[in-house]
């Protein structure tokens, strides 16, 4: 058997997209050499990871999946074993990703890292939902505050933190404002002629300025519950980091949800 932990490294990515095309233009590979990397470890192992006989587009075997979940167990596993004989896993850096919904919450995720011995630098983005798992996928950041677990895989660092509602906010008529998310999503369904007058915008905190100060209807997030069990109409927010995060780190991360 081959040595393969880069090319499972690479699959392990690839899978939380349908196909190689869409895999290939999220985590910086070619279709070519991913294709290639693929054929490699079907080669090597002796497993069929696609299914060319689909019609468009080749997409992943249920193979694929439980080979990924399989070197991910036991890269993890490695991992933990090796952070014992560090000297406490020691890391200067720590990049975290966030919707803005989120962000109070990251601020003080981030200034608990500060405590932690050898952290210097952190770095807290605020993205849409699609930038952030894109740039989680291509491990841009280690950890991340969202509505879901990105992709089709478990996480080993993963926890619910809480649930929010989503609030409707002003009076019928005048400017409907929305997210990017909301008005691509109106945009598909067909719906965006109802709407009238449209103010769309990235920012919540734009949103929730306009919505305050020059009126109009949208919907807005409200602050985070701690609850465990969502009602109807609430969403879950979720902490997720990489399986490589030190675990002292992920501790203190995870911590700010008791807090």
Known sequence: MEYLNWELSVLGR???????SGASA???????QLSRIVARIESSLGVRLLDRT???????TPAAYTLSGLYSDTFRRFSGEVAK???????SHVRVGTLEG?????????????KLPGISVVDL?????DHLEERFFKREFDLILSLREPGR????????LGYQRLEKTGKPGGVQVMSSFEYASSMHAGKSRTHGQILVSNSLGVRRE????LGGNGILPSPLGRARTGKPGEIPVLLVANDDLPRHVWDEASAVSKH
């Not at 689909?54 to 992943?60: E, F, L, M, P």
């Not at 983005?125 to 939902?129: A, N, P, S």
């Not at 306009?210 to 100060?213: I, K, P, R, Y």
């Open 125 to 129: 983005f605020v993205e849409d939902l």
């Open 210 to 213: 306009w919505l305050a100060s």
């Open 85 to 91: 004989l560090s000297t406490g896993s020691i890391i």
């Open 26 to 32: 999220n985590i910086g590979i070619s279709q070519p």
């Open 54 to 60: 689909a019609k468009r587009k080749s997409v992943w």
């Open 14 to 20: 690839a899978i939380a997209y349908v196909n190689l």
């Open 102 to 114: 989120h962000s109070a919450l990251a601020m003080r995720m981030c200034n608990r890292f500060f």
């Open 153 to 160: 895989k478990r996480f080993f660092f993963s926890r619910l």
